[in-house]
Antibody
Framework: EVQLVESGGGLVQPGGSLRLSCAAS????????MNWVRQTPGKGLEWVANIKEDGSDKYYVDSVKGRFTISRDNAKNSLYLQMNWLRGEDTAVYYC??????????????WGQGTLVSVSS | DIQMTQSPSSLSASVGDRVTITCRSS??????LNWYQQKPGKAPNLLIF???TLQNGVPSRFSGSGSGTHFTLTITSLQPEDSATYYCQQSYRTPQTFGQGTKVEIK
């Protein structure tokens, strides 16, 4: 059974940092692109970042470029999101998501339960 | 960025009704369109990918169609457990973007 379990969320002050982790199991982690997707009541679902199977390529939504860093450890079946210089608009539930790409058609086929990040003073 | 626009934003229908949700993209995205269902307090769940391919385990009353810039999700016979918010998502270009969601309620 595929499982994605996020951790590391919490309350942080503006300008602060958090590191989210995602523990993957039930599939060959090193064979998949992985993503972070966040959700707020106001803006809905927003893709944040993704990382190639071997970690060699990474992409970010413009609003987090230079502040967030996605990484992975395939030996530990783990995905990470280092979030620096946090802002109020980063407040959201953050999901760890597997990207299943078949014949160039990608889809987010497994999602974690989400971890809440609240940025407030 | 490619903008995804869903309509309607919400709808109310009776059990057994046929329900159609529309998703339009601001650019041509061939068939790089996915649909998700989300229930309160839960993560989204993949229903359809590639515009029309049903994900394993999803009931056959769900179907998707369209290509280019216009797509639809149809529920042929609405069931009580289909009460949820539905999102479309394009996977053609980074950043992958989602529609704003359509909330489906049961009368």
């Amino acid at each position: 059974e595929v499982q994605l379990v996020e951790s590391g969320g919490g309350l942080v002050q503006p300008g602060g940092s958090l590191r989210l982790s995602c523990a993957a199991s039930g599939f060959t982690f090193k064979n998949y692109w992985m993503n972070w997707v966040r959700q707020t009541p106001g803006k809905g679902l927003e893709w944040v970042a993704n990382i190639k199977e071997d970690g060699s390529d990474k992409y970010y939504v413009d609003s987090v470029k230079g502040r967030f860093t996605i990484s992975r450890d395939n030996a530990k079946n783990s995905l990470y999101l280092q979030m620096n210089w946090l802002r109020g608009e980063d407040t959201a539930v953050y999901y760890c998501v597997r990207d299943n790409i078949d014949q160039q058609l990608g889809r987010f086929d497994y999602w974690g339960q989400g971890t809440l990040v609240s940025v407030s003073s | 960025d490619i903008q995804m626009t869903q309509s309607p934003s919400s709808l109310s229908a009776s059990v057994g009704d046929r329900v159609t949700i529309t998703c339009r993209s601001s650019q041509n995205i061939p068939n790089y369109l996915n649909w998700y269902q989300q229930k309160p307090g839960k993560a989204p769940n993949l229903l359809i990918f590639g515009a029309s391919t049903l994900q394993n385990g999803v009931p056959s009353r769900f179907s998707g169609s369209g290509s280019g810039t216009h797509f639809t999700l149809t529920i042929t016979s609405l069931q009580p457990e289909d009460s949820a918010t539905y999102y479309c998502q394009q996977s053609y270009r980074t950043p992958q973007t989602f529609g704003q969601g359509t909330k489906v309620e049961i009368k």
